[in-house]
C-alpha cells in the first residue's frame, strides 16, 4: 500500500513536533546553528525520502502535507526519550539560557538603560510596572547592536509608542500641549454637554473626528443611550441604572455555581486572564472580578446568545473610558484597589450599561451559528470584489478564504488587530455613526484590508498570506493612523452606496490631504470628487449634509 511505501509528515522532515526550532523575531535570540549542525546531518541522512523544496501555495497543499502530522499512535512509533534527544535539548537549552544572561547583563551595566524604563509617577496610588517599555527597549537595543547601520538608513524617523500600545491618546498627560484647534473643540465640547438639552446630533458630529479624553466618559454615555439628553435628568438616571445593575449581581450572581450556569461561568473565568494579557491593568484580580461580574449579568440575562468568546474584549474599551474619569495620568498601570469603593461601582455599572446598548445592535453576532458575522464576512468578500478586485483574485488563486481571517475583525470589531488606543479611537467615531459597530464596521474592515493590499500582493502562498493577515503590524499606529482609515472608510461608504455600478479601483494616481481630520481625496479613475466637508456645513470636521457631498467627475476625454 501507498500509506505502508510513504513515511509520516514528521519522519520526512527535519522538524520535529514539539522541538526546539529558532523562532525569528521572538525576545529571545536565535538558536546557535553549530550547536544544531550535527543534529541536523544525522536526521538528513537518516531520511529516505528528499524534502519538497516547493511551499505550500494554497491551503489544499498546505493541508495534505500536514494532515498526518499529529496521527494517533505516530508517538508509540518513534523514541522521544533517547539519549540523542536528551543531549540535543539540553544543549540548546543551556547555550540559549546562557545567551539570553549575557545579553541582560550588557543591557543593565548602561544606566540610560534603566533610566528610560522608569518613570515619575505621583505618590498618591500605587503602579504596578509594565514590561512593555523594557522590552520594546530591549529590542530596540539589540536590533542596534547587530546592525547599527542597516536600522539607521531603514527606519524613519518617528515617536516610538511603548510595545504594550499605551491606552493614552494625544490629549492625555504626557504629551504635548493641546492646540489652538484642540483648545476650541473641547470648549465646544463642553459647551454641548451643559446645555440644558444636549443636541445628540450635534455632539455626534462633533465626536466624529475624535472625542477629547476630557469628556469622553460623559459623551460616551450619551451616545450610547445610556444617558438622557436632559440635564435634569442624568443624575437621577444614573443612580436608578447602577442600582439596577447591583439588583442583578444580589439576585443572580450567586447561581453561577448552579449546573445550568457552570459551563457559562468557567468559560468567562477562562477568558477573563486572557483579556489584553500584556497590560498590567486587566491583570489585576479585582478588575478580573469586575469583568466577570459584568459577562456573568449580560450572559444570563440574554439566554438567545449567552456568553461567547470575544465579548470579553468588548468590555476593555468602556472599563478604560470611564476608569479615566477618576485617573489623570495613563491607565495602563494604575492600581484600581487605590480607587473608593462607589467610585469602582460606578464604573463596573456604566460598563455594564454602555456595553449592553452596543451588543442589543449586533446580538445576531453572537446567537447560535452566528449569522450576524457570517454575514458580514460574505458582504466584505463581495465589496472587496467590487473595490478591489487584484486582492480578491489573489484571494481566490491561493485559497484564502475570508473566513479564516475576517471572522476575528467582526467577532471581536478589530480589538485583536489594533492597540487598544486606537480602539477607543475607532469607537469614537463608531458611537457617531448610524449603525456604526455594525455597518460602518464592514466598510472600515474592507478600507483595513486595502491599507496591506502591497504586503498581501507580495505573499505568494497560504501560510504566508495568513500570517500576515493574522498579524497585521499596527502595534504603533496611533490617532493619525485611525483618521486616515476611518475617513477611507467613510469615502468607500459614500462611493460604493451612490454608484449605480460597481466601483473598481487600484490603478489611478490619488492626491490625499487632511481637512478638518477627513481624508480628502480626488483621484482619477473615480467617478465622483469629494469635496470639503467645511464646505457642507460640517462640525468639528464631521462628514455632514450627507447630500451633495459627491460631484459627479467631467466625463474623461
Not at 91 to 108: C, G, I, P, Y
Not at 241 to 251: A, D, N, P, S, V
Request: net charge neutral; aromatic share 10%.
Amino acid at each position: 500500500m501507498a500509506a505502508e511505501n510513504s513515511k509520516q509528515f514528521w519522519k520526512r522532515s527535519a522538524k520535529l513536533p514539539g522541538s526546539i526550532q529558532p523562532v525569528y523575531g521572538a525576545q529571545h535570540p536565535p538558536l546557535d546553528p553549530r550547536l544544531s549542525k550535527n543534529f541536523i546531518k544525522e536526521r538528513s541522512k537518516a531520511n529516505t525520502v528528499p524534502l519538497k523544496s516547493k511551499k505550500a501555495s494554497s491551503f489544499h497543499e498546505f493541508a495534505r502535507n500536514t494532515s498526518d502530522a499529529w496521527d494517533i499512535g505516530d508517538d508509540e512509533e518513534e523514541d522521544f526519550s533517547s539519549p540523542s534527544f536528551q543531549t540535543l535539548n539540553s544543549k540548546v537549552a543551556l547555550a540559549t539560557a546562557a545567551q539570553v544572561l549575557e545579553n541582560h547583563s550588557k543591557l543593565r551595566v548602561k544606566p540610560e538603560r534603566s533610566q528610560s524604563t522608569t518613570s515619575e509617577v505621583p505618590a498618591s496610588y500605587k503602579v504596578i510596572k509594565s514590561s512593555s517599555d523594557a522590552q520594546l527597549s530591549r529590542n530596540s537595543s539589540d536590533t542596534c547592536l547587530r546592525n547599527p547601520l542597516h536600522k539607521q538608513q531603514s527606519l524613519p524617523l518617528r515617536p516610538i509608542i511603548p510595545l504594550v500600545a499605551r491606552i493614552s491618546d494625544q490629549n492625555a498627560s504626557g504629551a504635548p500641549p493641546m492646540t489652538v484647534r484642540e483648545k476650541t473643540r473641547l470648549e465646544k465640547f463642553r459647551q454641548l454637554l451643559s446645555s440644558h438639552n444636549t443636541d445628540l446630533d450635534e455632539l455626534r458630529k462633533c465626536s466624529w473626528p475624535g472625542v477629547p479624553r476630557e469628556v469622553r466618559p460623559v459623551t460616551w454615555r450619551l451616545l450610547s443611550g445610556y444617558l438622557p439628553a436632559n440635564m435634569e435628568r442624568r443624575k437621577l438616571t444614573l443612580q436608578r441604572k447602577r442600582e439596577e445593575y447591583f439588583g442583578f449581581i444580589e439576585q443572580y450572581y450567586d447561581s453561577r455555581n448552579e449546573e445550568h450556569h457552570q459551563d457559562t461561568y468557567r468559560q468567562i473565568h477562562i477568558d477573563i486572564p486572557r483579556t489584553n494579557p500584556l497590560i498590567p491593568l486587566f491583570q489585576q484580580p479585582l478588575v478580573q472580578e469586575i469583568f466577570e461580574r459584568i459577562l456573568f449579568i449580560w450572559a444570563i440575562r440574554h439566554p438567545a446568545s449567552g456568553y461567547v468568546q470575544g465579548i470579553n474584549d468588548l468590555v476593555t474599551p468602556f472599563f478604560v473610558v470611564f476608569l479615566s474619569e477618576y485617573v489623570e495620568e495613563d491607565v495602563e498601570n494604575f492600581d484600581v484597589t487605590n480607587l473608593s469603593q462607589d467610585m469602582l461601582r460606578s464604573i463596573e455599572a456604566d460598563s455594564f450599561w454602555c456595553m449592553s446598548k452596543l451588543l442589543d445592535g449586533i446580538q445576531d453576532n453572537y446567537t447560535f451559528a452566528q449569522p450576524g458575522i457570517q454575514k458580514k464576512v460574505k458582504a466584505l468578500e463581495e465589496l472587496v470584489s467590487r473595490i478591489d478586485e487584484q486582492v480578491h483574485s489573489h484571494f481566490r488563486r491561493y485559497e484564502v478564504e475570508y473566513l479564516q481571517f475576517a471572522f476575528r475583525w467582526m467577532n471581536n470589531l478589530l480589538m485583536r488587530e489594533l492597540p487598544l488606543r486606537c480602539t477607543i479611537r475607532l469607537w469614537d467615531t463608531y458611537q457617531s455613526e448610524p449603525e456604526g459597530f455594525s455597518h460602518f464596521h464592514l466598510y472600515v474592515c474592507a478600507a483595513f484590508l486595502i491599507k496591506w493590499r502591497k504586503e498581501i500582493l507580495d505573499e505568494e502562498d497560504f501560510q504566508g498570506l495568513l500570517m500576515l493577515l493574522q498579524n497585521l503590524p499596527t502595534i504603533h499606529w496611533g490617532n493619525e493612523e485611525i483618521g486616515l482609515l476611518l475617513a477611507e472608510a467613510y469615502r468607500l461608504k459614500k462611493t460604493t452606496e451612490m454608484s449605480p455600478t460597481p466601483v473598481v479601483w487600484g490603478s489611478g494616481s490619488a492626491r490625499v490631504a487632511f481637512c478638518d481630520s477627513v481624508l480628502l481625496e480626488s483621484r482619477s479613475d473615480l467617478p465622483y470628487v469629494f469635496r470639503s466637508p467645511a464646505s457642507l456645513g460640517g462640525c468639528c470636521g464631521h462628514p455632514a449634509g450627507l447630500d451633495g457631498l459627491w460631484d459627479e467627475a467631467a466625463p474623461k476625454g
